[in-house]
């Protein structure tokens, strides 16, 4: 039986980065807090073909965005939900970052440790989570292999079929490139027996970085993800945080990855302290 579409209202906080995909071409894991209901909550909008959409219907970063989804059948995770496609309008964008803290600060914050202890005794465990690290150790780097032939055959195919379409469904974007390096960041949760996390970072915005400077390489290009991933995103006027999320496969569920950075400024996150009379 075909699950009734709801319409859902979403502050989109995460971009994944794109994926090859073999019906889609290459498809893009977007997350966000859903606002439509009496509590924010976080929610998954798995699959969305990004780059084949039209710039009308591409979306950014802290837009708001209303849609039809559909709870994803067979993935467990709960805040998992189908995007149907063509279903959404933009609503809105807030600026950076006291109108966005207003929405994320209803969301209780959590830690890596919780998320992970949770994640091995159920299934429907949260599967997206914001840590605010108590300390960040460093980033890792790591080559990021090339497409393999397989991956490479399925973005073409696709490509291939929208050339070959008589309606094209929309623009038919570049082969995806694929990212030199794997980045991870290491840190400590604010959970007390936290020995250390190494968490991979999946966000669009570091494949993008890297391609946007395509003729730097080694420590070069180390040193522009870490200007902005490290010095940038975790000076000490903000007050940063992980957007973590874990994958579908029940094996990998307690491998929580960085799906994005949330890097408000201090000033911007301050609330009144207590009343004393
Ligand atoms: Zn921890």
Known sequence: MRIEAERAR?????????????????TVCVAGVRIDQPSPSWIRLYPIAFRYLGDDAQFKKYDIIELNVRRRDGDTRRESFTPEEGSW??????????????IMRDLPSTTTCALIRAARRDHSAP?????????????????HDPWTAEQLQKMIGRMDREASALIPAGPIPSVLVAPRLKVQYQYLCEDPICTSHVGRILD??????????????????????????????????????????NFELPARRANFSVLGVYYPKREDVLRAGPTLF
């Open 127 to 143: 599967s997206l989570g914001l840590v605010y690290p108590r300390e960040v150790l460093g980033l890792k780097f790591s080559a």
């Open 10 to 26: 979403v502050l989109v906080t995460v971009k994944a980065t794109p994926q090859p995909s073999g019906k889609y071409g290459d």
């Open 204 to 245: 669009w915005e570091l494949t993008s970085l890297q391609n946007r400077n395509i003729r730097e390489s080694g420590e070069g290009l180390k040193q522009i993800i870490t200007d902005k991933f490290l010095t940038m995103m975790f000076d000490r006027k903000r007050e940063a945080g992980l957007f973590l999320g």
């Open 89 to 102: 309008t933009k609503i809105g964008h807030l600026p950076p970052w006291k109108s966005r803290h207003e």
